[in-house]
């Protein structure tokens, strides 16, 4: 099937509004072919997470094709990295939210804490458990900001600060270029861990 390429207000003529006309886009005549796996899909995931991919799309092997119609027998795994961080901050809820807006997280590299982004989503996240978790950051609230390089702009300014004695649990779906965690999403807090030992993970590991 060919698609034809449409130009909404674009000029009839190439001396109308004193520009050429934009070009005519082709489709292309060749569909490229994408190689499929009829194996184990957690195998495949995990093959696919390794390779750095964003997941996978699985059918059901003895489904029929639907055309022009969404169906359950095709399914989308995205691959996901889950690891501890410290919080070293919090900011204020914003609109109708209440407690906290975000926590401000971090790893460490060496003796500095580095920040690794924020999240402010998760499992029971709801106006009562940021009531909750405002009550538990608050008395560890201090003046000076933890993050070693501090944080610029107006999060460095508005943000609230706390001792780095907490360590939350985040699911999330991939490291960014300049180090933060993209998609996040809160899956807890360990009171198993000492902050000074949470380190960013190995990516081979965090695929796991």
Same mark, same amino acid.
């Given at each position: 099937?060919?698609?034809?390429?449409?130009?909404?207000? !674009?000029?009839?003529?190439?001396?109308?509004?004193?520009?050429?006309?934009?070009?005519?886009?082709?489709?292309?005549?060749?569909?490229?072919?994408?190689?499929?796996?009829?194996?184990?899909?957690?195998?495949?995931? %995990?093959? !696919? $997470?390794?390779?750095? %991919?964003?997941?996978?799309?699985?059918? $059901?092997?003895?489904?029929?094709?639907?055309?022009?119609? /969404?169906?359950?027998?095709?399914?989308?795994?995205?691959?996901? /990295?889950?690891?501890?961080?410290?919080?070293?901050?919090?900011?204020?809820?914003?609109? &109708?939210?209440?407690?906290?807006?975000?926590?401000?997280?971090?790893?460490?590299?060496?003796? &500095?804490?580095?920040?690794?982004?924020?999240?402010?989503?998760?499992?029971?996240?709801?106006?009562?458990?940021?009531?909750?978790?405002?009550?538990?950051?608050?008395?560890?609230?201090?003046?000076?900001?933890?993050?070693?390089?501090?944080?610029?702009?107006?999060?460095?300014?508005? %943000?609230?600060?706390?001792?780095?004695?907490?360590?939350?649990?985040?699911?999330?779906?991939?490291?960014?270029?300049?180090?933060?965690?993209?998609?996040?999403?809160?899956?807890?807090?360990?009171?198993?861990?000492?902050?000074?030992?949470?380190?960013?993970? /190995?990516? !081979?590991? !965090?695929?796991?």
């Amino acid at each position: 099937m060919r698609a034809a390429a449409r130009h909404i207000g !674009a000029p009839t003529s190439p001396g109308q509004c004193g520009r050429p006309p934009p070009p005519r886009h082709t489709p292309p005549t060749v569909i490229r072919y994408t190689p499929h796996f009829d194996a184990d899909g957690r195998a495949v995931l %995990a093959h !696919a $997470c390794g390779l750095g %991919a964003e997941g996978i799309v699985s059918k $059901c092997r003895t489904a029929p094709y639907r055309a022009g119609s /969404r169906s359950d027998d095709w399914r989308k795994t995205k691959c996901v /990295r889950r690891q501890e961080f410290v919080v070293g901050g919090f900011t204020d809820p914003e609109g &109708s939210r209440e407690g906290v807006g975000s926590l401000l997280l971090g790893y460490y590299a060496g003796n &500095s804490l580095r920040y690794a982004g924020k999240v402010g989503t998760g499992k029971g996240w709801n106006d009562e458990f940021g009531r909750n978790l405002r009550q538990l950051l608050e008395p560890i609230e201090v003046d000076a900001q933890p993050f070693d390089p501090a944080l610029p702009g107006a999060l460095g300014r508005l %943000a609230h600060w706390v001792e780095p004695r907490l360590v939350a649990e985040v699911q999330f779906t991939e490291w960014t270029g300049d180090g933060k965690i993209r998609h996040p999403s809160l899956q807890g807090f360990r009171a198993d861990r000492r902050p000074a030992d949470v380190r960013r993970e /190995r990516e !081979a590991d !965090a695929t796991n």
